[in-house]
């Protein structure tokens, strides 16, 4: 029989909001200060702000090394998504439906690239293709070099693995029994059943692999031919110190994200409807 | 009958096993075969030696360079525990409306490059930074600091800023997981609130945090871009760096795999250990466990570092 | 007897070291409502499995028409099933969900249109054509669940726990609407369900099945009445297991010794001799309460009233013989009750006791009751 008298004083949810608001600010402001300085009309960055100019926007379309390097990590990209879409999804598969002997180590070394850093995977392919004589430029000037594409896809395959392995893992097989009991075949059962399902999953993780694959650097750094890929142009200009130049790249770069991150937010959002 | 079905599906684990094989468990091991390789002259001879090892345990730089990088590590998983797990709170208990976008929020910088959050903060710390600037003009310093860019610092708050986020999401999704009826189960019986949390809510949302905590701490020790940026001379020299110089200007890679190795090696316990913490203290059933894989899912914005 | 639709030879599967089906025989008659009955784990699942084809026996066949269709997949037989949770595909609307099978059979648009209709009026869902399966209620989904597989005009339809999840009156509902259909379609029914009423309300023939057995066949009748089996007598319904001595046999009745008083069943299938223990079973509504040693034309038992639980139309009346022994009695409402506590006389007719043909073994005497 307690029954307080009143609502006791409550110092602990504001004191938490205002927690949480800080942390929102150390994860945003940062971002914000990369954004605002794409348009600071100075060649220094410093304070203050001086803010009206898009020239460094101007700049980088003239700038031809950023330009081919931009184009280079878009082939990079789309070709490790198919590749990774190619692999991963049959690789979901057989974790959820096969059984054969060495079944976990197969699926712990799908995940071991996300979960080591990423150098380690780096370097171990870099010993691979050159034990192999397999040349980082293989390949150029049609794509950046097969090692980095296979690179990039062996390390990102995962993600497709996980991401379709839990929509699986969460489809009922009673959904294909309907199926074939009503008389579709186990392909047609796959187009019209399971293809639709797992839809969001793969649409997803390939938008999540095509993110990060344009990111990356830790294996791109060692197996890059001769032509570099976006990041890494970026990292050879703030190695040589900071430039407007950068903000405004990176601005793009914040801005096709934000893109991408909605179109993620919607296929999550019907991902979620289907549990 | 039943043979024809069976073949088929070892036909289609063909190609992902394969692949797997052949792209992801050859390199690692030959990684490891390699650092028991001699490096003569610059050339590399495939000649077992533990000669790598003994160097590698046997010149200070490593071991020091090892325990420094898990230094910085330690503090970075101890300042995004610290930012991420009342944020997580807040979103898993608090935010009632909106909940879903407000999580979106926060791991929306996840997608954002990360050499450009990286860089964020050399414009804030930097010597005529933004940081420099306000105590400048607000009258507190009188010269620039110095000692905000290229400091050990500087690297801890940026690898702090990055990987928050990732330290949020399983904690998250474990809180989320716990039913409201425990929090009310407890109070009904006359827990207070913070007697509540600490005997109900932390210790079911242990797997989240080791999840969570374990990869701030692997993929920032692991990590080579931010210290190179941010970090100055001294914490330059992570371990990653080493690596990275070792297969680069030094040319040594026999040496350089070994320190891989070790590497990996300290990962693979550590994360071993991990996982049997989570898989002992997991009491919200599949749920919390999934939510942490789904988290590990998301985690690969750490793979590109 | 009728050619059968489908026959059951010797089936059996086993999962490792566990035997889902034991050596199940059975023939199922063409227009046949059958119900699978049985607890789980008593492979009424697992035989609907190896009917629909989504596993395959690992001996034993599967006579369709006089083939063996054991070995064929479920899309090449003319089966089809209502799944436990109506396994309704989400990305569909309840008209591309119905038209599914039709689909994949190739069967053209305009009769897939007509057949649709038709089986969507049949269900009474027309107007909803249109909407997503989570957009229905249980009982819309059972329907369209239904709807879709009557649409390909199977020989045999299986239906796997329909009901299970939808609350009691609609259950109830759904049961004599089930049978209303079944008549007017005139295709085989295999029913699954562990819900004993349910099967003696639907059935026309009831397969009670037990550790991958048939424990009985029979009409739902025949199994309330006449179990033959302690098992089948203690799964449906409510009953007394009783056991006894046999002290005198004629061609048609046993006499037992059971309680210290003499009681009269007819014989049933067992052969017994004098001396033998035997069970048999008294339905608690096949009781009354008597006046105690009354005209020969009555068993009667006499014990202590341990509790009344009132129930709607009837109240039970918990007995404990001298013998420690429990009864169960039903009676009607109305009337005075005795109260906890006093001694009571319960009476019935021999025709309603049931010899059981189970042997007694020798800690049979401590049984549950």
């Known amino acids: 029989m307690r029954s307080p008298p009143g609502r006791p004083r409550d110092m602990i949810t504001p004191s938490l909001w205002a927690v949480g608001s800080a942390v929102f600010l150390f994860i945003y402001l940062p971002l914000l200060v990369v954004v605002l300085y794409a348009f600071h009309d100075s060649n220094i960055i410093a304070w203050p702000l001086k803010l009206g100019t898009f020239h460094w926007f101007a700049d980088l379309f003239h700038d031809r090394g950023m330009m081919d390097a931009a184009v280079a990590s878009l082939k990079l990209a789309l070709l490790t998504v198919i590749i990774s879409v190619g692999i991963g999804v049959p690789g979901a598969f057989v974790l959820d439906r096969l059984d054969f002997p060495g079944k976990e180590a197969f699926r712990r070394l799908v995940l071991l690239p996300l979960i080591l850093p990423g150098i380690i995977t780096g370097v171990a392919l870099l010993t691979y293709f050159s034990f192999l004589h397999v040349s980082l430029s293989s390949g150029y000037p049609a794509i950046p070099g097969w090692p980095v594409v296979l690179g990039h896809s062996a390390a990102l395959t995962s993600i497709v693995v996980t991401q379709v392995f839990a929509r699986l893992q969460r489809l009922e097989r009673s959904q294909e029994e309907a199926s074939q009991d009503l008389y579709a075949n186990e392909w047609k059962t796959f187009w019209y059943v399971i293809l639709p399902n797992i839809r969001t999953a793969v649409l997803g993780a390939a938008l999540l692999v095509f993110t990060l694959s344009l990111d990356e650097i830790a294996v791109t750094f060692f197996l890059i031919g001769r032509q570099n890929t976006l990041p890494l142009q970026i990292w050879g200009l703030l190695r040589r110190g900071i430039t407007p130049e950068v903000n405004a790249i990176s601005t793009i770069i914040f801005a096709l994200s934000v893109v991408v991150i909605v179109m993620w937010a919607r296929l999550m959002r019907e991902e979620v409807a289907t549990r | ?305 | 007897m009728n050619p059968s639709i489908l026959e059951l030879r010797s089936l059996t599967r086993r999962f490792g070291d566990f035997t889902a089906l034991d050596g199940i025989s059975l023939a199922i008659a063409p227009g046949e409502f059958l119900t699978l009955l049985g607890a789980s784990g008593s492979g009424k699942t697992t035989t609907l499995r190896l009917l629909a084809g989504f596993d395959q026996p690992d001996s034993g066949s599967i006579l369709m028409d006089g083939v063996d269709i054991a070995g064929l997949p479920s899309f090449k037989r003319s089966i089809n099933t209502v799944f436990q949770q109506y396994a309704l595909f989400p990305h569909m609307s309840v008209r591309e969900n119905v038209g599914y099978g039709l689909r994949m059979r190739k069967v053209n648009k305009a009769e897939i249109r007509s057949r649709v209709d038709e089986a969507l009026e049949m269900v009474q869902l027309g107007q909803l054509e249109a909407r997503a399966p989570r957009q229905l209620s249980g009982g819309q989904q059972q329907r369209v669940a239904l709807a879709r597989a009557l649409v390909n005009r199977p020989r045999v339809l299986l239906l796997d726990e329909p009901l299970g999840a939808l609350d009691l009156k609609l259950r109830k509902e759904m049961q004599l609407e089930l049978k209303h259909l079944q008549t007017l379609v005139g295709i085989t029914f295999i029913y699954v369900t562990h819900d004993q009423e349910e099967a003696l309300t639907m059935s026309d023939r009831v397969v009670v099945m037990r550790q991958g057995k048939i424990e009985q066949i029979g009409t739902p009748k025949e199994i309330y009445a006449q179990p033959t089996s302690r098992y089948v007598a203690d799964f449906i319904g409510e009953t007394n297991l009783l056991t006894g001595e046999v002290t005198s046999l004629d061609g048609r009745q046993v006499t037992v010794r059971c309680d210290g008083s003499s009681i009269v069943i007819p014989v049933g299938a067992m052969p017994v001799v004098i001396g033998d223990r035997v069970w048999f079973s008294v339905r608690p509504e096949s009781m009354a309460m008597g006046t105690g040693p009354a005209a020969g034309e009555f068993n009667h038992l006499e014990g202590t009233l341990t509790d009344t639980v009132y129930a709607g139309a009837i109240t039970r009346l918990h007995l404990a013989l001298t013998g420690g022994k429990r009864l169960v009695v039903h009676q009607a409402a109305g009337g005075p009750l005795p109260e906890p506590g006093a001694r009571v006389a319960v009476q019935w007719r021999p025709s309603d006791g049931v010899l059981l043909p189970d042997r007694v073994t020798a800690d049979a005497g401590l049984s549950r009751r």
């Not at chain 2, 990088?69 to 330690?74: C, F, K, Q, T």
């Not at chain 2, 600490?198 to 905590?213: D, W």
């Not at chain 2, 550590?270 to 939510?291: F, H, I, P």
Request: aromatic share 12%.
């Open chain 2, 1 to 305: 009958m039943r043979a024809h079905p069976r073949l088929r599906s070892f036909l289609s684990g063909l190609v992902p096993v394969g692949w797997v094989t052949v792209l992801l468990l050859f390199p690692y091991i030959l990684l490891l075969v390699q650092s028991f390789w001699k490096l003569e002259n610059g050339t590399i001879t495939h000649q077992v030696t533990l000669d790598n090892y003994r160097r590698l345990f046997g010149t200070a730089l490593y071991p020091d360079t090892i325990l420094f990088s898990a230094g910085i590590a330690l503090r970075v998983t101890f300042f995004s525990l610290l930012l991420a797990y009342p944020l997580a709170y807040l979103l898993a208990f608090k935010v009632k409306r909106h909940r879903n976008l407000m999580y979106m929020a926060v791991i929306i910088p996840l997608w954002v490059s990360y050499l450009v959050r990286a860089y964020a903060w050399k414009i804030i710390l930097g010597q005529e930074g933004i940081l420099n600037g306000l105590l400048m003009s607000s009258g507190l310093i009188h010269e620039p600091l110095t000692v905000l860019l290229y400091s050990k610092w500087a690297l801890i708050i940026a690898l702090t800023h990055i990987y928050t986020p990732f330290t949020l999401m399983p904690i998250f999704a474990v809180l989320e997981s716990i039913p409201v009826s425990l929090k009310e189960a407890s109070g009904d019986l006359y827990a207070s609130r913070w007697q509540t949390f600490r005997r109900v809510i932390l210790p079911l949302s242990i797997p989240g945090v080791v999840a969570g905590c374990t990869f701030a701490f692997v993929l920032s020790m692991g990590d080579f871009l931010a210290p190179q940026l941010l970090g100055g001379n001294d914490s330059a020299l992570m371990v990653s760096n080493l690596v990275w110089s070792l297969f680069g200007v030094a040319y040594n890679w026999p040496l350089g795999a070994a320190v891989s190795v070790v590497m990996l090696c300290l990962t693979l316990v550590l994360l071993w250990l991990a996982n049997s913490v989570e898989k002992r203290m997991n009491y919200t059933g599949a749920d919390g466990k999934k939510a942490a894989t789904d988290g590990r899912g998301m985690m690969a914005r750490g793979a590109g570092v």
